[in-house]
């Protein structure tokens, strides 16, 4: 890096926002910082567009990070992604053939709000900030807000519940501008969504215990995916869908992307020992990153080999 | 800010389905004013709860008294906030 960002260490949104600013101006002819919308408390949510091509919608992969805002490494590992992307174009030949052929967009924060909330007020913090009318409680759970069998199975209808679900679909700013910029754009072949921590590789379906159509073809790549994160240090990640692996989820990101057309997507639970919950050391963040790109470019590269 | 002083998490070690149906009915209840940081689905996936230190004591009567299995893996939540909130400080008065 040009400037002195710590990349082994937690930061502030503004922090982000302006290493985000910078990692464009480093690198002006593959990355680009644009906004798509803004959060229920008017923060701007900002992505990082990686392009080597111009004009027409390339074939695009989504890469989504802290919707959850506790889950710290989340953010951390997509800013060390986002260096990754920009310092391995054409010296890495995997990152540089998938940006020959698509378009990379990287969410860094997915809850800008939350997450100075987690900084600010209450470390614990999940949902977003939004108000809910008749309820003294706060925020809905927005990865329960997707249009994915919305308020189905294991969302809750209290505003109080950690997993509340939110009045309607989309009822969060916050994932409406992810998915206005999703559909505008239209040529979306992949969605990957990071969390932690509990070192899993999902896919669809969340809200059911039905097989996705391309259950197999998704096993079969996140297995790889597994495989390649669990080469750097042997963390060993369990892999399948989202209902059966960790629980019936509802609304979640990846359901709506796969039920939208978006064949390929996944969910991370990053590495952590459980023993600090969502604090994990920061001292974790460039391991648990390191290994995580390795899954997450296998993916990329099935998707480069498998466009549809 | 919200402080968590004495608030310990716990780790349940859930072996059949009648203790996830036991903790599960805990999930949406409000009266102990847990948050489950991983909830009860299965029974080779622990789970883990953040038990408010007014809770403490009702929470662990309960599991023991319905033979669950639990560890305490984190003593004293704010302890473990503070120690982080120092390190971001350092990190941050470094990179200034």
Same mark, same amino acid.
């Given at each position: 890096s040009?400037?002195n960002f710590?990349?082994g260490?937690?930061?502030?949104?503004?922090?982000i926002?302006?290493e985000m !600013?910078?990692?464009a101006a480093?690198f002006p !002819?593959?990355?680009r910082?644009?906004?798509?919308?803004?959060? +229920?408390?008017n923060r701007p949510?900002?992505?990082?567009? +990686?392009s080597?091509?111009k004009g027409?919608?390339r074939?695009a992969?989504?890469?989504?990070a802290?919707?959850?805002?506790?889950?710290?490494?989340?953010?951390?590992?997509a800013?060390?992604?986002a260096?990754k992307?920009?310092?391995?174009y054409?010296?890495?030949?995997?990152?540089?053939s998938i940006?020959?052929?698509m378009d990379?967009?990287l969410l860094p924060?997915?809850?800008?709000d939350?997450?100075?909330y987690?900084?600010?007020?209450?470390r614990?913090?999940?949902?977003?900030?939004?108000?809910?009318p008749?309820?003294s409680c706060?925020?809905?759970?927005?990865n329960?807000n997707w249009n994915a069998?919305?308020?189905?199975?294991?969302?809750?209808?209290?505003?109080?519940?950690?997993v509340?679900h939110g009045?309607?679909?989309?009822?969060e700013?916050?994932v409406?501008s992810v998915?206005d910029f999703i559909?505008?754009?239209?040529?979306?072949?992949?969605f990957?969504? *990071?969390?932690?921590?509990s070192?899993?590789l999902m896919?669809?379906?969340g809200y059911?215990?039905?097989?996705?159509?391309?259950a197999?073809? *998704?096993?079969?790549?996140?297995?790889?995916a597994?495989k390649? *994160?669990a080469s750097?240090s042997g963390t060993?990640?369990q892999v399948?869908?989202?209902?059966?692996?960790?629980?019936?989820a509802?609304?979640?990101?990846?359901d709506?992307?796969?039920?939208n057309g978006?064949? +390929?997507a996944?969910?991370?639970?990053?590495?952590d020992?459980?023993?600090y919950?969502f604090?994990?050391?920061?001292?974790?963040i460039?391991?648990?990153?390191e290994?995580?790109w390795?899954?997450?470019?296998?993916?990329?590269?099935?998707v480069?080999?498998n466009?549809? | 800010?919200?402080?968590f002083?004495?608030?310990?998490? %716990?780790?349940?070690?859930v072996?059949?389905?009648?203790?996830?149906s036991k903790l599960?009915?805990l999930?949406?209840s409000n009266? %102990?004013?847990?948050n489950?940081?991983?909830s009860?689905?299965s029974?080779?996936?622990?789970?883990d709860?953040l038990v408010?230190s007014?809770?403490?004591q009702?929470?662990k009567s309960?599991?023991?008294s319905q033979g669950l299995e639990?560890?305490v893996?984190i003593?004293?939540?704010q302890?473990?906030l503070?120690?982080?909130?120092?390190e971001?400080?350092?990190?941050?008065?470094?990179e200034?």
């Amino acid at each position: 890096s040009s400037n002195n960002f710590n990349y082994g260490a937690y930061h502030s949104l503004e922090a982000i926002y302006h290493e985000m !600013d910078n990692i464009a101006a480093d690198f002006p !002819d593959l990355a680009r910082r644009v906004k798509i919308g803004h959060s +229920f408390e008017n923060r701007p949510m900002y992505v990082l567009k +990686f392009s080597t091509g111009k004009g027409v919608r390339r074939p695009a992969v989504w890469l989504n990070a802290g919707i959850h805002s506790r889950e710290w490494i989340s953010q951390a590992t997509a800013i060390w992604t986002a260096r990754k992307i920009v310092s391995d174009y054409q010296r890495d030949p995997a990152i540089t053939s998938i940006l020959e052929k698509m378009d990379i967009f990287l969410l860094p924060v997915a809850n800008p709000d939350g997450y100075v909330y987690t900084q600010t007020q209450n470390r614990l913090w999940r949902k977003t900030r939004s108000r809910n009318p008749g309820s003294s409680c706060i925020g809905a759970d927005p990865n329960r807000n997707w249009n994915a069998s919305f308020a189905g199975k294991g969302a809750s209808d209290n505003p109080c519940s950690e997993v509340y679900h939110g009045p309607h679909a989309n009822s969060e700013v916050e994932v409406k501008s992810v998915v206005d910029f999703i559909q505008k754009h239209g040529n979306f072949k992949g969605f990957i969504d *990071l969390h932690s921590y509990s070192q899993l590789l999902m896919y669809p379906y969340g809200y059911s215990v039905k097989k996705a159509p391309d259950a197999e073809e *998704l096993d079969k790549v996140a297995r790889l995916a597994a495989k390649a *994160l669990a080469s750097v240090s042997g963390t060993e990640y369990q892999v399948g869908p989202t209902c059966t692996t960790v629980y019936p989820a509802s609304g979640s990101s990846i359901d709506w992307a796969y039920d939208n057309g978006i064949k +390929f997507a996944f969910t991370f639970e990053l590495r952590d020992t459980g023993t600090y919950g969502f604090l994990l050391p920061a001292n974790q963040i460039i391991p648990t990153a390191e290994e995580t790109w390795l899954g997450l470019k296998t993916i990329m590269e099935h998707v480069r080999d498998n466009l549809y | 800010q919200e402080k968590f002083f004495g608030d310990q998490v %716990l780790r349940i070690n859930v072996r059949n389905g009648d203790e996830i149906s036991k903790l599960s009915q805990l999930v949406n209840s409000n009266n %102990l004013k847990l948050n489950f940081w991983k909830s009860p689905s299965s029974f080779n996936r622990p789970v883990d709860v953040l038990v408010p230190s007014v809770s403490l004591q009702a929470f662990k009567s309960f599991l023991r008294s319905q033979g669950l299995e639990y560890a305490v893996t984190i003593e004293d939540l704010q302890a473990l906030l503070d120690n982080e909130d120092d390190e971001m400080q350092h990190n941050e008065g470094q990179e200034r």
